[in-house]
């Protein structure tokens, strides 16, 4: 069974979020979304969501510093972190990485499997 939970989704592409809002809450999710790293990390600050999507590369902040600072901070670091990028390779510190494009299934799969584990660890 699915872990349902809060998803914040990161990418500085409106489509892109469009998509990546719409499969998650058609699996029964509650999603949040950012434009950029920065707004990512304000939007965490004013509530936890259980598992970030983000891309990486992207104006303002990007994805590698948005893992670094999340990951600096005590209140932050337990959150798993979904890449899901063109640039999935920089994503060396995410909890799981996808490559554009990717197949609904297999993203809701990562997801779903990052909110229990990510559940378990709390």
Do not use: C, N
């Amino acid at each position: 069974m699915a872990s349902v939970g809060r998803i914040l989704v990161v990418d500085d592409e409106p489509d892109l979020r469009f998509l990546l809002r719409r499969i998650f809450t058609r699996a029964g999710h509650e999603v949040t979304e950012a434009g950029d790293g920065a707004a990512a990390l304000a939007s965490v600050y004013e509530a936890r969501p259980d598992l970030i999507v983000t891309d990486m590369t992207m104006p303002v902040m990007g994805g590698v510093e948005l893992i670094r600072r999340l990951h600096a901070d005590p209140t932050t670091a337990t959150i798993p972190i979904l890449a899901v990028s063109g640039d999935w390779q920089l994503a060396v510190d995410a909890d799981a990485t996808l490559a554009k494009p990717y197949q609904r299934a297999e993203l809701l799969s990562v997801a779903d499997d990052l909110l229990r584990k990510g559940r378990e660890g709390q």
